[in-house]
Every structure is written in structure tokens, then in C-alpha cells.
């Protein structure tokens, strides 16, 4: 079964920069509309940031301007480019993506492990 990769995290100073990378483990057919969730501990996990396969994206009002999201529809991978990082914004983010992984089956929603981001100085 295909998997969500995430790769990206780590620890910076607030007003830093983190780039995140997600792909699948294996080749699919295609991956429709893909997203970045985030949560910490306690809170229920938030949309971030999300691109449709035509491109289209949307952003959560807290990083808007800050963060681009954007996809490789060769290699059905997703990126988030996080700047002006805030303490704020540490929690675990997680890739989400709708993937048909054949021709022949129906789409089905998939989640990544989640990688940490932590803002502190």
C-alpha cells in the first residue's frame, strides 16, 4: 500500500525558514488535491495549507503570506515553504493527500507520519 514520505522538519529560530517535502512511497496513478495539516498536543489538527490538481490553493489566514505550497504533478510530491517562522507555528505537520493508486480503483485520503517543526530561540 502506498505511503505518505515526509521530509523537512527540524528546529529553527523564530523568523527562519523550513522547506517540507512529502511524496509517495511508490508510483501512483495520480494524487488529487493535496494538503499540510499541522497540530500540537491538545488542539485538533488545522489545515495549513492545500493545492487542487489544477493548481488552485488555499491558506490558513495565520500563514498566508508567509508559506507557499506547491506540487510536482510528474512526481505527485508536495512541498510547503515555511519563512518568518513563529514560535507559534511549531507543532507536527502533516502531508494529506486524495490518491488513486490505480487506474482501475477509486481515490482514497492518505496521511503522511508527520514531521516536527519547532520555532524557538
Known amino acids: 500500500q502506498v505511503q505518505l514520505v515526509e521530509s523537512g522538519g527540524g528546529t529553527v529560530q523564530p523568523g527562519g525558514s523550513l522547506r517540507l517535502s512529502c511524496a509517495p512511497s511508490?508510483?501512483?496513478?495520480?494524487?488529487?488535491?493535496m494538503n499540510w495539516y499541522r497540530q500540537v498536543p491538545g488542539k485538533e489538527r488545522e489545515l495549513v495549507a492545500g493545492?487542487?490538481?489544477?493548481?488552485?490553493?488555499v491558506y490558513s489566514d495565520s500563514v498566508k503570506d508567509r508559506f507557499t505550497i506547491s506540487r510536482d504533478k510528474s512526481k505527485n510530491a508536495l512541498s510547503l515553504q515555511m519563512n518568518s517562522l513563529r514560535t507559534e507555528d511549531t507543532a507536527v505537520y502533516y502531508c494529506?493527500?486524495?490518491?488513486?493508486?490505480?487506474?482501475?480503483?477509486?481515490?482514497?485520503?492518505?496521511w503522511g507520519q508527520g514531521t516536527q517543526v519547532t520555532v524557538s530561540s
Open positions: 494529506n493527500a486524495m490518491i488513486r493508486e490505480y487506474t482501475f480503483n477509486r481515490a482514497e485520503n492518505y
Open positions: 511508490k508510483r501512483i496513478y495520480i494524487a488529487y488535491d
Open positions: 493545492v487542487s490538481y489544477d493548481g488552485k490553493t
